[in-house]
Nanobody, 129 residues
Framework: QLQLAESGGGVVQPGGSLRLACEAS????????IGWFRQAPGKEREGVSC????????HYVDSLKGRFIITRDMAQDTVYLQMNDLKPEDTAVYYC??????????????????????WGRGTQVTVSS
């Protein structure tokens, strides 16, 4: 059974950084793309970034390009989301999800990308002074 577990959330001041981790079941990253999503209170869930299992390409929502960086460690079955220059509007619960190899672009262009059926429980990120 494919499982995902996020970690690394916390409270940070504006301008600070956090690195989130999404630890997946063994060999997941070989077969599944991993997307990061976030949901702020009272708002719809939105896609943040994705890394493709098909070709290793990375995708970002336009508003976050340059601040967030997604990487993966295949040996550790872990995907990371480095978040820099954090702003109060980045406050949200961050989730990772596994989906089809060639649908990564959909994570950052669709509200509910099809096929991303496996989800972690989320990690809270709070940006506050």
């Amino acid at each position: 059974q494919l499982q995902l577990a996020e970690s690394g959330g916390g409270v940070v001041q504006p301008g600070g950084s956090l690195r989130l981790a999404c630890e997946a079941s063994e060999n997941t990253l070989t077969h599944y793309s991993i997307g990061w999503f976030r949901q702020a209170p009272g708002k719809e869930r939105e896609g943040v970034s994705c890394i493709s299992s098909f070709d290793g390409s990375t995708h970002y929502v336009d508003s976050l390009k340059g601040r967030f960086i997604i990487t993966r460690d295949m040996a550790q079955d872990t995907v990371y989301l480095q978040m820099n220059d954090l702003k109060p509007e980045d406050t949200a619960v961050y989730y990772c999800a596994a989906g089809p190899p060639r649908r990564c672009q959909m994570v950052v262009t669709m509200t509910a990308p099809p096929g991303f059926d496996y989800w972690g429980r989320g990690t809270q990120v709070t940006v506050s002074s």
